[in-house]
T-cell receptor
Framework: GDSVTQMEGPVTLSEEACLTI???????????LFWYVQYPGEGLQLLLK?????DKGSNKGFEATYRKETTSFHLEKGSVQVSDSAVYFC?????????????FGKGTKLSVIP | GAGVSQSPSNKVTEKGKDVELRCDPI?????LYWYRQSLGQGLEFLIY????????KSGLPSDRFSAERTGGSVSTLTIQRTQQEDSAVYLC????????????FGPGTRLTVL
């Protein structure tokens, strides 16, 4: 079945440091890929998405590129802020007909310190 | 516009009691999903509704769990004879029901079974 593997946390960075959270996936067909973010005490919010190979999703300074050859969708940000402290989830949404439930990675907790 | 809403936000119950959790999806969204977020298991898919089609119940962990969706809108997740391992945050999401589309999540219901 489909699966998503993302780097284990927690990750602690100083403000303005570079961030990379690795995410790889296993899926049949042509999935869409997502990063969701969960800020402390809040629900899941879509951060960015990519629906086909070589697409780059971006939002709030975060980027991720859908790499079919390496089955990866790594999340990057050049300069993190304290307000980026949250749990980040990589997810995939299967292509083709049928159920469209998301398969999530286990989440990576990011703490950014001033 | 209004997002996905869930009620109650918190529910504390005694082992063996039944609980009902409610979800109001975004207006016009034909697809509705229930997920469970727990410390040990991460985010797990429970059940999916799409329009008037039979729901995909493949993620329900036991026959104590059931869900219905009335009139293609509001959904209720029912857990009978609750157990301590049912303690988790129950998340509802809705989407347009198209391949690759974005799922929008509600704030969740935190269930604690004593």
């Amino acid at each position: 079945g489909d699966s998503v593997t993302q780097m284990e946390g927690p990750v602690t960075l100083s403000e303005e440091a570079c961030l990379t959270i690795n995410c790889t996936y296993t899926a049949t067909g042509y999935p869409s890929l997502f990063w969701y973010v969960q800020y402390p005490g809040e629900g899941l919010q879509l951060l960015l998405k990519a629906t086909k190979a070589d697409d780059k999703g971006s939002n709030k300074g975060f980027e991720a590129t859908y790499r079919k050859e390496t089955t990866s969708f790594h999340l990057e940000k050049g300069s993190v802020q304290v307000s980026d402290s949250a749990v980040y989830f990589c997810a995939l949404h299967p292509g083709g007909a049928g159920s469209y439930q998301l398969t999530f990675g286990k989440g990576t907790k990011l703490s950014v310190i001033p | 516009g209004a997002g996905v809403s869930q009620s109650p936000s918190n529910k504390v119950t005694e082992k063996g009691k039944d609980v009902e959790l409610r979800c109001d999806p975004i207006s016009g969204h034909t697809a509705l999903y229930w997920y469970r977020q727990s410390l040990g298991q991460g985010l797990e898919f429970l059940i999916y509704f799409q329009g008037n089609s039979a729901p995909d119940k493949s993620g329900l962990p036991s026959d104590r769990f059931s869900a219905e969706r009335t009139g293609g809108s509001v959904s209720t997740l029912t857990i009978q004879r609750t157990q301590q391992e049912d303690s988790a945050v129950y998340l509802c999401a809705s989407s347009l029901g198209l391949s690759g589309d974005t799922q929008y999540f509600g704030p969740g219901t935190r269930l604690t079974v004593l």
